[in-house]
C-alpha cells in the first residue's frame, strides 16, 4: 500500500478535529500507518516501539490476523443487526457468556456498549435505576475520586476527578461527589499510623456519613488510576472500600476500561485484590482496540431487578451498537488469543520485568517514583526528589520527556510529569530494555 506524503496529509488534516484538540499538541504528529507486534511504522518508514499499547488497548498487540480474519468472517455474514429487546445475534450471546466465565464472583450478566464513557454512564445509570426499583429512589449520588479518568460524556465526565476535563464545559451535574484517592508518592500520615490506603478507604466512608448513607448510590473508581499517571492504591484500599461499600449500602463500580483483559496480570483487575466489585465497567482491552467495544457486567442480583421489572418500569437504556455483531466476534477471537497465547501471566511475568528495568532509573537525580503493577508503569520526575516537589507545570518537562522519546523511537504519553509505560502483552525482553533505555536518556537529557 501507498501511504502518500506527510505534509499534504498534514495539510488536508485542518478539517479534522481531534480528541483533546489543540493546535500546539497537533504541531508534529505522528502519522503512523502500519503496526505489527509492538513496533509502530510511521509514513515515513521511521519506527517507533508502542510504549503505551496505541491509547492502554492494543493488548495482544497489532497485526493480529486472527482478528481482522474475525471481522471480516463477521461482516460478511452478518455485518450488523439489532441487539435490542425482541432481537439478538449470536456473537454477542456468545461473549456475553465467555466474559460470565472471566469476570469475579456473581458478576454474570453483561450489557455491551461501545467504548468506555458511555460504559461508565451505563454503570451509573444501572445503579441509580437498581435503588430506584428497590424503593429507595433517593439514593442517586455517585462518588469518585481525585485524579480519576472515566471518560468525558456528560455522566462520566462528572466523575471524573482531573479537572482540566470539565473546566470549560460548564456541567457541573448534581450528585457527583469528590474524595481523595490515595496517592501513594505524594501522600502524608493525616494522623500518625494512618497508612494512605486506609486514610483513603476512610474518605470514602466520611463522604457517605457526610452525604447520607441514604442518598449514595454507588462508589466508582478505576482499580489502578491510568490516565492520572498510573497511580497504584496501597493493598490495604480496596478490600477496605468493598467493606465500606457493603456496610452502607452504596454499590461498588470498578472501571476497568485499562485494568481488565490482562493489562495488571488478571482477566480483571480487581482480582489482583480478591474484590469483587457490584458492576465492572470495561472497553478498549476487550477487543485489543481493534474495533471499538465496552460494557458493564452485573451481578445477579442487578440482573435480577433487571429482569423483573413491571413492563413500565423496564430498564430503558439502549445503544444502537450495543451487542454489534461484528465488535463482538472481535471481542471473543481476541479473549481466545489472550486465552491461548497466556498473555495474562505474561503480563504479570514482564511486568515485574518492567519495574525492574524502571528501576535502574532511579539513579537519575530527579526520578521521584517508579510504580505500576503488570503492564502498566509510570516514572514521575521531581524538582526535588527529597521534598518531592513538583517541577513548575509551565516547563511542561513531562512532555519534553515523551517528546524526545519518540525522537529516540519510543511512543507514549504523560499526565504531568508522569511519563506512561504499558507496551501491548506481546512485548519482549529486547523491546522493553529498549524502551526503558530511551526513556533514561531522555530523562537525563531533558532533567539536567
Ligand atoms: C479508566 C478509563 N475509563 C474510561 C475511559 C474512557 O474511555 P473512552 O475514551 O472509550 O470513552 C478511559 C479512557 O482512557 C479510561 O482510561
Request: glycine share 10%; net charge negative; with cysteine.
Amino acid at each position: 500500500m501507498t501511504y502518500g506524503d506527510r505534509d499534504q496529509l498534514l495539510r488536508d488534516d485542518a478539517y479534522l478535529i481531534h480528541p483533546l484538540q489543540h493546535h500546539v499538541d497537533h504541531d508534529e504528529p505522528l502519522v503512523c500507518v502500519r503496526a505489527e507486534g509492538s513496533t509502530l511504522t510511521d509514513i515515513e518508514g521511521n519506527r517507533y516501539i508502542d510504549g503505551l499499547s496505541s491509547l492502554w488497548n492494543v493488548n495482544v498487540g497489532h497485526g493480529r490476523r486472527e482478528l481482522a480474519s474475525a471481522a471480516a468472517d463477521q461482516m460478511t455474514d452478518l455485518g450488523f443487526f439489532s441487539c435490542y429487546a425482541g432481537a439478538t445475534n449470536i456473537p454477542a450471546v456468545r461473549l456475553a457468556n465467555r466474559l460470565k466465565e472471566l469476570a469475579p464472583g456473581s458478576l454474570n450478566y453483561t450489557f455491551f456498549t461501545s467504548g468506555g464513557a458511555v460504559s461508565n454512564d451505563s454503570a451509573i445509570k444501572t445503579a441509580r435505576y437498581f435503588w430506584q426499583r428497590a424503593g429507595r429512589p433517593e439514593k442517586t449520588r455517585i462518588i469518585s475520586r481525585t485524579h480519576a479518568y472515566h471518560g468525558v460524556t456528560i455522566g462520566a465526565m462528572n466523575a471524573t476527578g482531573l479537572e482540566a476535563y470539565w473546566a470549560d464545559f460548564a456541567t457541573s451535574l448534581p450528585g457527583f461527589v469528590h474524595i481523595d484517592a490515595p496517592y501513594p508518592y505524594h501522600y502524608r500520615p493525616v494522623e500518625p499510623g494512618v497508612g494512605c490506603g486506609e486514610a483513603g478507604a476512610r474518605a470514602l466512608e466520611e463522604a457517605i456519613l457526610r452525604e447520607g448513607p441514604d442518598t449514595v448510590a454507588a462508589f466508582i473508581g478505576e482499580p489502578v488510576q491510568g490516565a492520572a499517571g498510573v497511580i497504584v492504591p496501597p493493598e490495604d484500599y480496596w478490600p477496605r472500600i468493598r467493606e465500606i461499600c457493603t456496610k452502607y449500602d452504596v454499590l461498588l463500580i470498578a472501571d476497568e476500561v485499562i485494568t481488565g483483559f490482562g493489562r495488571i496480570g488478571h482477566w480483571f483487575g480487581v482480582s489482583h485484590w480478591g474484590v469483587e466489585p457490584d458492576i465492572i465497567a470495561f472497553a478498549k482491552g476487550v477487543t485489543s482496540g481493534y474495533v471499538p467495544l465496552g460494557g458493564i457486567i452485573v451481578s445477579d442480583e442487578i440482573h435480577d431487578c433487571i429482569e423483573n421489572a413491571p413492563e413500565d418500569r423496564k430498564w430503558n437504556h439502549s445503544f444502537t451498537y450495543s451487542g454489534h455483531p461484528t465488535c463482538c466476534a472481535v471481542g471473543l477471537a481476541n479473549i481466545d488469543l489472550i486465552a491461548r497465547e497466556g498473555l495474562i501471566d505474561r503480563s504479570r511475568k514482564m511486568g515485574e520485568t518492567l519495574i525492574d528495568g524502571l528501576g535502574s532509573l532511579r539513579s537519575l537525580p530527579h526520578v521521584g517514583d517508579i510504580r505500576g503493577i503488570g503492564l502498566m508503569a509510570a516514572v514521575e520526575v521531581v524538582e526535588d526528589p527529597a521534598s518531592r516537589k513538583p517541577y513548575d507545570p509551565a516547563l511542561k518537562t513531562g512532555a519534553r520527556i515523551v517528546k524526545k522519546m519518540l525522537e529516540n523511537g519510543v511512543y507514549t504519553r504523560c499526565r504531568g510529569d508522569s511519563v506512561n509505560f504499558a507496551p501491548p502483552l506481546v512485548v519482549t525482553s529486547e523491546e522493553m530494555e529498549r524502551m526503558i533505555n530511551v526513556a533514561g536518556e531522555a530523562i537525563e537529557s531533558v532533567t539536567s
